[in-house]
């Protein structure tokens, strides 16, 4: 497998300065989470992990080779996306729309095989939206869009994930067995890169961390070591209450609208 | 399976395609029973029917059936390229300069071969034309190819106006017809039918490519599309589609529009089964527009454009209306 | 020959008064003080009739494609059918406009009216209306002694075709009017008529529509005698060309296929007399071969 790495890569986004470079490696089995305020350009940096952006500097590397080097498709089979917006203006059905994440593996005359079908129906049963597959994608809710997007991936079958708030639209229950599938994505030797807007979820689920600062800062490492309230509290401008529990910390913006607290 | 889901419209499709062409070339101006007319194409017959089925309207049929079915599958393909259902083939101004070509050829009083040729170079010359300018400052999105065409059409459209305006009186139903669309006489379908054929063998690699691109350009090519290079294949592959079907007839409207937009309201969007369907459908549908067109004022003729203008909408309104 | 007599009483009575009237194609009256001596024409046809009512030397404009005769060419344009320039018509201060039904825009040219300008209207549908309207030029222009003998002469020329070709065998005609799309004339018509004067059977003559759109179809149907046309132009025997790939057809066989000169046949004037005369001759060839 060949991972995904970040060689000292500042991303480019139109008319902001640069930010520090990033040099990170997501390695086999690592969920990581990226963090950070609204506008900061997660977005940006997941689209130029996928290789869909050019980086202003620095390289984005898949095992030893840059992206740049790798054939389009060759990086399709490794590296699966998770876009935040979809575009359904020639709405299929659910069942085909999880069968497109085979194209990857299809050569150009080669029909979807028995076996295919069976990956992506299996990953639609894994998302819980195997019930809905003869259904055209444009009728489904929110919630439902977002499954299936991620059953689309899950037929690919990449090494290495890459998703952007994936846990939008999703209610509390689904929320927690799609962070529960990526988990066991990665426990089989996949590697997860995330961005997420909930602290709490990344602190539960992520065990490496990468916090985007406003003003073009970053640090990035296990979990444990960048969680810390000082560092978070500069990452939101919000000061965090923090309690502990079951071993994962939980984290509460301070100035509730109880008059009687400091 | 995806296979046997897909047979069972082709063939219903292919049945149409057959029926409507029987039907054309047994009706036309002049009466020629249907049995007649079978005999005639098993060698039999009268000169007189011989020389009308076999030397008239066959090869009209065959002209109306590949300008139908090049049009609506260069209207499928504009719409995936545009991420845009109210695409049709015209709409980055490819007849516009089909049509320029053809009237200045008109215009200087030549008339057969020398006027399809012109129609021909000129929609060449827009698609090279929109290319360019569209390609122009590096990053090409679909809405700004869509801009560029759109503004290109209407430039083209600036040049028909004046050239009608100029022209001798005598010259101007000529060019309104092939304005209008008309199946010209004088046109060899068999470039259109080879061209046409070979666009449903490249279905397969292109309908799921298509397929994917339909997703949005990033998706795409998060599943491995190299979508530039795609994009320019559909580019001018529908550009070439349009040309040719252009030259054969003028420009016929609405066919490239409605016939991939009710095909995509009854199969679906799978692109592999939505191509052969247009090229099927869409040469039925101008094979007996051309037959209306021919028959409804005999022995008085109009050109197929009217026939499809009038029966287009109101089917697409009826089948908007059904889909809801 | 009623209303030559009705002409002339009219001449009578108008002399004494100095005032020239006549009623046009749309049925207004024009009335001239004295005859005139501006005018402008806005057609090709209605040139050259100006021109056969001895008037051409008062030409002061002409509409664009007026060519015959060839004093005609030299003469300043002033704009073409329905695309006229009426400033530079007024600016002429003529006395005369002479205005064409089917070429000109009744709503433009009501313009000059309004401007006191006298507009006279032609829309020959008859072989008499021509010798009419060279008659009513020639009043209107005090040349009636000119234009009154060529009208003469022209009613006479055709009357004397028409007996000659009285009784000959009829012969079927297909006139070809343009290609793309294939057009014809109906009995209506005065080329249909002419058709019909020389002893030709029009296929197409009962069409409702002057100048009907037919198919290629209905005219193998048809399988016409003789195929004549006038073609795009000079000597342009194309059309006649595509015909032969049709072997079956009569005319084709019999080597029927004709191109007339262009103009004779096309416009209403006085030169239509040479091309009913050159349409009959080809069809007694025609006939020859039946």
Known sequence: MNPLQARQLVIDIPGRTSGQPLDFTVEPGQVWG????????????????????????????????????????????????????RQDGFPATVLETALIGRHPWLSPWQMETVEDQRMALEALQALDVA???????????????????????????????????????????????????????????????????????????????LLLFPDGDACWGPSQQMLVPAALERLYGQKLMTAEIDGAPVFVPAGSSDPQSS | MHGYSFLRPLIVLVLAAALSMVISVSIGSSAVALNETLSV???????LQQTLILDLRLPRTFTAFATGGLLAVAGALMQVLLRNPLADPYVLGLSGGAAVGALLAMMAGVAGVVVSGSAFAGALLSTFLVFGLAHGTGSWTPSRLLLTGVVV?????????????????????????????????????????????????????????????????????????????????????????????????????FVGLVVPHMLRLVLGNDQRLILPACALAGGTLLVLA???????IAPEQLPVGVITALLGVPTFLYLLHRSR | MAYRFLLLFFLWISSASAELCSVDAIG??????????????????????????????????????????????????????????????????????????????????????????????????????IANAVETLALLSGQQETGTARAARFTDGIATL???????????????????????????????????????????????????????EAV????????????????????????????????????????????????????????????????EQARARL
């Open chain 3, 220 to 283: 193998l149907e048809a399988n016409p005698d003789a195929i004549v046309t006038s073609g795009r132009g000079e000597s342009d025997r194309e059309w006649l060309e595509h015909w032969k790939q049709f072997p079956g057809l009569k005319a084709v066989n019999l080597g029927n296929l004709f191109l007339e000169p262009p103009d004779l046949l096309a416009r209403p004037t006085l030169r239509m007399l040479e091309g009913v005369r050159h349409l009959c001759q080809t069809l």
């Open chain 2, 153 to 253: 059409a209407a430039g083209w459209g600036a040049l028909i106006a004046l050239i009608l305006a100029m022209s001798p009186a005598r010259q101007l139903p000529g060019m309104l017809y092939w304005l209008m669309g008309d199946i010209s006489p004088a046109a060899n379908p068999l470039p259109g039918l080879i061209l046409l054929a070979l666009v449903c063998l490249l279905v397969f690699p292109l309908g799921r490519s298509l397929n994917v691109l339909a997703r949005g350009s990033m998706q795409a090519s998060a599943l491995g599309v190299s979508v530039r290079p795609l994009e320019w294949v559909i580019y001018i592959l529908a550009s070439l589609l349009t040309a040719t079907a252009v030259t054969m007839a003028g420009s016929v409207g």
């Open chain 2, 41 to 47: 194409l098993f060698g039999g017959g009268t000169e």
């Open chain 1, 131 to 209: 019930h809905l597959q003869n259904r055209l994608v444009n009728t489904l809710s929110g919630g439902e869009r977002q499954r299936v997007a991620i059953a689309t991936v899950l037929a690919q079958a990449p090494d290495t994930w890459l998703l952007d708030e994936p846990t939008n639209h999703l209610d509390l229950h689904h929320q927690v067995s799609v962070l529960g599938l990526l988990k066991a994505q990665a426990a089989q030797g996949c590697s997860v890169f995330m961005c997420l807007h909930d602290l709490n979820l990344a602190a539960r689920w992520c065990d490496h961390i």
């Open chain 3, 162 to 216: 028409k007996a000659e070709y009285r009784g000959a065998q009829p012969v079927r005609v297909f006139y070809q009017i343009w290609d793309q799309p294939l057009m014809t004339v109906n009995r209506e018509e005065l080329i249909g008529k002419a058709i019909e004067l020389c002893g030709g059977v029009n296929v197409f003559g009962e069409q409702p529509r002057l100048v009907p759109r037919v198919s290629k």
């Open chain 2, 290 to 296: 051309d037959t209306l067109a021919r028959i409804v």
């Open chain 3, 28 to 129: 207004r009256e024009i009335c001239l003080a004295s005859p005139a001596e501006r005018i402008v024409s806005l057609s090709p046809g209605a040139t050259e009739l100006v021109f056969s009512a001895g008037a051409g030397d008062r030409l002061l404009a002409v509409s664009a494609w007026s060519d015959y005769p060839e004093q005609a060419r030299e003469l300043p344009r002033v704009g073409d059918s329905n695309r006229l320039d009426l400033e530079a018509i007024v600016a002429l201060k003529p006395d005369l406009v002479v205005a064409w039904v089917d070429g000109n825009s009744r709503a433009q040219l009501d313009r000059l009216s309004d401007l006191g300008i006298n507009v006279f209207w032609l829309s020959p549908r008859e072989f008499q209306d």
């Open chain 1, 34 to 85: 990226v963090l950070g305020p609204n506008g900061v350009g997660k977005t940006t940096l997941l689209h130029t992990l996928a290789g869909l952006r050019a980086p202003r500097n620095g390289a984005v590397q898949l095992g030893e080779r840059s992206l740049t080097d790798w054939k389009r498709r060759r990086i399709s089979q490794q590296l699966g996306v998770v876009f935040q917006d």
